[in-house]
């Protein structure tokens, strides 16, 4: 799987990126009915999603990444690098969304490790993300891959209940060396 980050040209995306984004958000419907955040979940327009995009790219803090695999784009991400209360530390994942038709094939997971490989790179040791509380698949999804509820409130767009979620960082271990062999004994 590569991820790309989403490159607006000339303030605007292609036609055919546009069509793809639209496919991977109307394929998520039952996702889309909970988050109210289109007005009719079952005809989501290209148009709608280059708002959607654009809305969430004004901030110099958000980026947009792509998951294709085999030149099919399979999944979204939409990360926030800081957060608006400056008493929160972490960078958050504000959107993870995998393409209906491909989902449960490890697609979330990857893109999921990802994402929270960029972090761990930029020297981020622990990122959040909320899950709304109508969303138990989401919240199931996320527990596994050992995020922990850490809050519950209501969301900053448009005061939905949430779950926050929070997970540690860890940096990879690396594979144990031999010991060095002990120095040999001299000869006397």
């Known amino acids: 799987m590569l991820l790309e980050p989403l490159s607006p040209k000339d303030g605007a995306l292609p036609a055919e990126l546009l069509t793809e984004l639209a496919a991977l ?39 947009v990444l792509l998951a294709r695999s085999e030149g099919a784009l399979v999944g979204i991400a939409v990360t926030l690098a800081h957060h608006p209360d400056p008493a929160d530390p972490d960078p958050w994942i504000g959107l993870l969304m995998v393409d209906a038709g491909v989902q449960r094939r490890g697609y979330g ?20 993300l909320a899950v709304l509380d109508a969303n138990p698949k989401g919240l199931a999804f996320w527990t596994a891959l050992g995020y922990e509820v850490i809050d519950h ?36």
């Open 153 to 188: 409130r209501r969301d900053l767009q448009r005061g939905r209940p949430c779950a926050v979620l929070r997970k540690v960082l860890r940096t990879p271990r690396r594979a144990a060396r031999g010991r060095p062999s002990p120095a040999p004994d001299s000869a006397h």
């Open 25 to 63: 958000y109307t394929s998520n419907r039952e996702f889309h009915a909970l988050s109210g955040d289109f007005p009719d979940p079952d005809d989501i327009r290209p148009e709608q999603v280059a708002v959607a995009l654009a809305d969430e790219l004004v901030n110099p803090d958000v980026d």
């Open 109 to 128: 997971r990857r893109l999921a490790s990802l994402v929270e490989d960029r972090f761990r790179t930029a020297g981020r040791t622990a990122v959040r």
